[in-house]
């Protein structure tokens, strides 16, 4: 065999898919639901009766998880739709930057530096004055489909 060395470019996932196939008809409300490649939590579910020419079908209202924009989708019950893999994790928060950016502290106990503040404007009043006051904050941040956003914040008491 050969003695060279192999080298491989590795990125940031191990190959995962973003989204799981799960069937329409079994998608219920408050679950998730990928509407026009966008993760979305389900908020209203309805399906019509099967028709002459089969299938019934599901109407799917969604919120967008991360923009808040409510899309609709019509699927027949029977076929696949895309899930979005949904995680929430809690970081302290260490410092705020300048340019808008947050350094979190990970469960590992290294840092996380590539969030910025969110766009939602009572998160982020409630983000910069818990700071300004020296507060122990805890962010929680909803990672789906490769996107990140900060979601919600717990004080966990002064520093």
């Given at each position: 065999?050969s003695?060279?060395?192999?080298?491989?470019?590795?990125?940031?996932?191990?190959?995962?898919?973003?989204?799981?196939?799960?069937q329409?008809?079994?998608?219920?409300?408050?679950?998730?639901?990928?509407?026009?490649?966008?993760?979305?939590?389900v908020?209203?579910?309805?399906?019509?009766?099967t028709?002459?020419?089969?299938?019934a079908?599901?109407?799917?209202?969604?919120?967008?998880?991360?923009?808040?924009?409510?899309?609709?989708?019509?699927?027949?019950s029977?076929?696949?739709?895309d899930?979005?893999?949904?995680?929430?994790?809690d970081?302290?928060?260490?410092?705020?930057?300048?340019?808008?950016?947050?350094?979190?502290?990970?469960?590992?106990g290294?840092?996380k530096?590539?969030?910025?503040?969110?766009?939602?404007?009572?998160l982020?009043?409630?983000?910069?004055?818990?700071?300004?006051?020296?507060?122990?904050?805890?962010?929680?941040?909803?990672c789906?489909?490769?996107?990140e956003?900060?979601?919600?914040l717990?004080?966990i008491?002064?520093?």
């Amino acid at each position: 065999m050969s003695d060279e060395e192999h080298h491989f470019e590795s990125k940031a996932d191990a190959g995962a898919s973003k989204t799981y196939p799960q069937q329409a008809g079994t998608i219920r409300k408050n679950g998730y639901i990928v509407i026009k490649n966008r993760p979305c939590k389900v908020v209203e579910v309805s399906t019509s009766k099967t028709g002459k020419h089969g299938h019934a079908k599901c109407h799917f209202v969604g919120i967008d998880i991360f923009t808040a924009k409510k899309l609709e989708d019509i699927v027949p019950s029977s076929h696949n739709c895309d899930v979005p893999h949904v995680t929430r994790t809690d970081y302290q928060l260490i410092d705020i930057a300048e340019d808008g950016f947050l350094s979190l502290l990970t469960e590992s106990g290294g840092t996380k530096d590539d969030l910025k503040l969110p766009t939602d404007e009572t998160l982020l009043t409630q983000i910069k004055e818990g700071f300004a006051e020296g507060k122990d904050l805890v962010v929680s941040v909803m990672c789906a489909m490769g996107e990140e956003q900060i979601c919600a914040l717990k004080d966990i008491g002064p520093k």
